[in-house]
Nanobody, 117 residues
Framework: QVQLVESGGGLVQPGGSLRLSCAAS????????VGWYRRAPGKQREMVASITRGGRTNYADAAWGRFTITRDNAENTVYLQMNSLKPEDTAVYYC???????????WGQGTQVTVSS
């Protein structure tokens, strides 16, 4: 059973930073792609950032320039560094991993990020 466990969420003031972690039960390098998604209250889930096995990254427009996704193969963990946080970044953030582009993705349980003064 593949498990993805997110951590690092919390309450932060606007302009602050958080680093989310996604720890995998499998070798993180075995995933074709690992991504971060979020679901804000009353909104649909949206992709935030992703990183492929080859290291290619992709960001949503809202994350571009503020968020950075990285992968630590030794720790089997993918990180999302979030800077200059805004209230509209408030959401539950989920980690997603796929072994190939056509296989079912695996999801973590989510971690709450709240940006508020």
């Amino acid at each position: 059973q593949v498990q993805l466990v997110e951590s690092g969420g919390g309450l932060v003031q606007p302009g602050g930073s958080l680093r989310l972690s996604c720890a995998a039960s499998e070798r993180i390098f075995s995933f074709y792609s690992v991504g971060w998604y979020r679901r804000a209250p009353g909104k649909q889930r949206e992709m935030v950032a992703s990183i492929t096995r080859g290291g290619r990254t992709n960001y949503a427009d809202a994350a571009w320039g503020r968020f950075t996704i990285t992968r630590d193969n030794a720790e089997n963990t993918v990180y999302l560094q979030m800077n200059s946080l805004k209230p509209e970044d408030t959401a539950v953030y989920y980690c997603n991993g796929q072994f190939s582009p056509v296989t079912q993705p695996y999801w973590g349980q989510g971690t709450q990020v709240t940006v508020s003064s």
